[in-house]
């Protein structure tokens, strides 16, 4: 009789070059290995993977991925927002579904119910090549860490002349574009007013790219949850005359009936939120139709599983999906499968800046993206690994937990 492969190992890597990312890796007795990711608070998730989650998942069976996540869950009590508990078991869970899938010699598409679509269209997030993630802690709301020497400084690039930008993202064949130029101007209020003529300052770029291409590309307005309701209605009628594609975390994430009085209040689609974890935050943002277009990050809503759950529930309300992506490129590929799979998914976020340049420090396999599309990605599970030079890398640590 053979023996039931069990979980052996549970592997996390760091590297200060990207200082707010941890990776995962867990084994199984047969040989296969699948990875996760998550970003923000990496040393607490770290700790959280090796303290507590490890010790349940040692010894187990691999293939019972819808029973760990429950015991993860209840374990770790997790909560509505992004912590340390939601990230922490979406960076295991993403490791166990890639596990799964490569033990089954299938892409994860596959093992998640197949194809829905042969491609899907994506947006580039213009960010620069050090925002946000690989910036560490220092970043701020507006902060641009202008790197020229570095290709596709998008950032800086819409904060100057938006309508270059555009067509030069026209050029690569998207035709959808995010952009954030009123962030900045949260920090002197802390989101409490926004000045007129910061106003019209963040509301000019969206003029010059319709100047510059005209409506042939669609253009979300993200706000990050910076704002108090008043002054997320002023931004969001002042860029209204432009025709946005959507008002992304227009107000804090706290208040549920806010973001629903923010989406009643404007024609333009209300997107909402990365920065929410689980199924039963977003039951009540669903019931009181407090957002248009569902977005979650499967690096931190409680990885696939989650992601699939409330993926399931937007349908329900006749809502698409559109999952987030400027953490890492394994969430990256888990949220390409995840849009292919999934048959109300709208749109996938991606970062060229990222994409061309430290990305592909990390990872041997991105997205194939042609003509704004990306195609289905090859090879089992993500199709996806760790580089062997990041794995070597003297500055990379890893932390194990074995049987």
């Given at each position: 009789?053979?023996?039931?492969?069990?979980?052996?190992?549970?592997?996390?890597?760091?590297?200060?070059?990207?200082?707010?990312?941890?990776?995962?890796?867990?084994?199984s007795?047969?040989?296969?290995?699948?990875?996760?990711?998550?970003?923000?608070?990496?040393?607490?998730?770290?700790?959280?993977?090796?303290?507590?989650?490890?010790?349940?998942?040692?010894?187990?069976?691999?293939?019972?991925?819808?029973?760990?996540?429950?015991?993860?869950?209840?374990?770790?009590?997790?909560?509505?927002?992004?912590?340390?508990?939601?990230?922490?078991?979406?960076?295991?869970?993403m490791?166990?579904?890639?596990?799964?899938?490569?033990?089954?010699?299938?892409?994860?598409?596959?093992?998640?119910?197949?194809?829905?679509?042969?491609?899907?269209?994506?947006?580039?997030?213009?960010?620069?090549?050090?925002?946000?993630?690989?910036?560490?802690?220092?970043?701020?709301?507006?902060?641009?860490?202008?790197?020229?020497?570095?290709?596709?400084?998008d950032?800086?690039?819409?904060?100057?002349?938006?309508?270059?930008?555009?067509d030069?993202?026209?050029?690569?064949?998207?035709?959808?574009?995010?952009?954030?130029?009123?962030?900045?101007?949260?920090?002197?209020?802390?989101?409490?007013?926004?000045?007129?003529?910061?106003l019209?300052?963040?509301?000019?770029?969206?003029?010059?790219?319709?100047?510059?291409?005209?409506?042939?590309m669609d253009?979300?307005?993200?706000?990050?949850?910076?704002?108090?309701?008043?002054?997320?209605?002023?931004?969001?009628?002042?860029?209204?005359?432009?025709?946005?594609?959507?008002?992304?975390?227009?107000?804090?994430?706290?208040?549920?009936?806010?973001?629903?009085?923010?989406?009643?209040?404007?024609?333009?689609?209300?997107?909402?939120?990365?920065?929410?974890?689980?199924?039963?935050?977003?039951?009540?943002?669903?019931?009181?139709?407090?957002?248009?277009?569902?977005?979650?990050?499967?690096?931190?809503?409680?990885?696939?599983?989650?992601?699939?759950?409330?993926a399931?529930?937007?349908?329900?309300?006749?809502?698409?999906i559109?999952?987030?992506?400027?953490?890492?490129?394994?969430?990256?590929?888990?949220?390409?499968?995840?849009?292919?799979?999934?048959?109300?998914?709208?749109?996938?976020?991606t970062?060229?800046a990222?994409?061309?340049?430290?990305y592909?420090?990390?990872?041997?396999?991105l997205?194939?993206?042609?003509?704004?599309?990306?195609?289905?990605?090859?090879?089992?599970?993500?199709?996806?690994?760790?580089?062997?030079?990041?794995?070597?890398?003297?500055?990379?640590s890893?932390?194990?937990s074995?049987?």
């Amino acid at each position: 009789m053979v023996a039931t492969p069990v979980i052996s190992r549970v592997e996390t890597f760091r590297n200060p070059e990207y200082p707010m990312i941890v990776w995962v890796q867990i084994h199984s007795s047969d040989g296969f290995v699948g990875l996760g990711e998550s970003s923000f608070s990496p040393d607490a998730i770290e700790a959280y993977i090796h303290s507590d989650i490890s010790d349940y998942l040692l010894g187990k069976n691999p293939d019972q991925l819808d029973l760990h996540w429950d015991n993860m869950a209840r374990r770790m009590k997790v909560n509505r927002g992004r912590s340390v508990d939601a990230s922490s078991i979406s960076a295991v869970d993403m490791a166990l579904w890639d596990l799964y899938a490569r033990r089954n010699k299938q892409p994860l598409y596959q093992v998640l119910g197949g194809l829905a679509r042969d491609k899907i269209r994506v947006y580039n997030t213009c960010a620069g090549y050090s925002y946000g993630v690989k910036a560490g802690r220092t970043w701020k709301a507006g902060e641009i860490d202008y790197r020229p020497e570095q290709p596709y400084e998008d950032y800086h690039a819409f904060m100057t002349d938006a309508g270059a930008l555009a067509d030069d993202l026209m050029s690569q064949g998207f035709t959808a574009m995010k952009i954030w130029p009123f962030d900045k101007y949260s920090n002197e209020s802390n989101g409490q007013f926004i000045h007129a003529t910061d106003l019209e300052a963040g509301t000019e770029p969206f003029y010059k790219i319709r100047e510059a291409v005209g409506n042939k590309m669609d253009v979300m307005v993200e706000m990050h949850s910076l704002w108090n309701l008043s002054s997320a209605k002023r931004i969001a009628k002042s860029v209204e005359p432009t025709s946005p594609f959507w008002f992304e975390d227009p107000v804090p994430m706290n208040n549920i009936d806010t973001l629903a009085e923010f989406r009643k209040s404007t024609d333009i689609a209300t997107t909402a939120s990365e920065t929410v974890s689980t199924r039963w935050a977003f039951r009540e943002m669903f019931e009181k139709q407090a957002m248009t277009i569902c977005m979650l990050d499967i690096s931190w809503v409680g990885g696939i599983s989650e992601a699939k759950r409330i993926a399931a529930m937007a349908d329900a309300f006749h809502m698409p999906i559109a999952p987030h992506d400027c953490v890492g490129p394994v969430t990256l590929m888990f949220s390409v499968h995840l849009s292919l799979n999934a048959t109300n998914a709208l749109i996938q976020e991606t970062v060229r800046a990222y994409n061309n340049t430290w990305y592909k420090e990390i990872v041997d396999q991105l997205p194939n993206i042609e003509n704004g599309y990306a195609l289905p990605p090859e090879g089992y599970g993500t199709g996806t690994n760790l580089l062997r030079s990041f794995l070597s890398n003297p500055s990379t640590s890893v932390v194990e937990s074995a049987l």
